[in-house]
């Protein structure tokens, strides 16, 4: 079995495990070895049967071949961060979907994507690196949704959209065909967006407006 250890012991992390586990219920493939978390409270605890093995600096008492690693922190730019510092360490990357999925073939998914239960893909779909695609969201065709993008639970995505590198959409955002939501921004929980949202704002409302700069 390949040997495994997620990356980030909060509660999105817990539900990354649940992931693994509900993989090897249906094939033994993953070994678990537990969680590496930067926060010194949380090392030496066991969260939902799996220990947390210390901080980042534990990869550096292991062969770090032997394993692979998925960074299930929900923050885009720490995560970006965690795998930038995890590339340079050598570690290597899995991609891990809940086996409810409904995923056709002509889907194509990135390294390090983590697709929760719940989630349909139709056809025609590209997903980037170190996405997370959380619990019962739906993408259209022919969308392409880039690195670190994070879909919260009960997004809906229509068909040609594109949701650029490090985006965030809200829990329950809608959005309608042809859209396209710029790099690092933020829709908010229960936007419907009906118009092409630019980089770095914060998008909230029905219909979604534009409230915020995030500057660069």
Known sequence: MQKVVIIGAGGFGREVLDIFLANNNVREKWSVLGFVDDNPELHGKTLNGYP?????????????????VVVAIGDNEVRKKVVGKAKEGGLGFC??????????????????????????????????????????VTIGHDTI?????????????????????????????????????????IVGAGAVVVKNIPERVVAIGVPAEVKKSLGK
């Open 145 to 185: 949704i880039e690195d670190f993008v994070n879909l919260n639970p009960g997004v809906h995505i229509n068909g040609n959209n594109k949701i650029e590198e490090g985006a965030y959409i809200g829990s329950g955002a809608v959005t309608i065909q042809d859209i396209t939501i710029g790099k690092w921004s």
């Open 52 to 68: 947390v093995l210390g901080s980042f600096d534990w990869f550096r008492t292991i062969n770090t071949n032997e394993i692979k």
């Open 95 to 136: 991609t891990i979907i809940h086996p409810n999925v409904l995923m056709t073939p002509f889907v194509t998914l990135g390294e390090g994507v983590m697709v929760t239960a719940g989630v349909i893909f139709t056809n025609q779909i590209k997903i980037g690196n170190h996405v997370i695609i959380n619990l019962d």
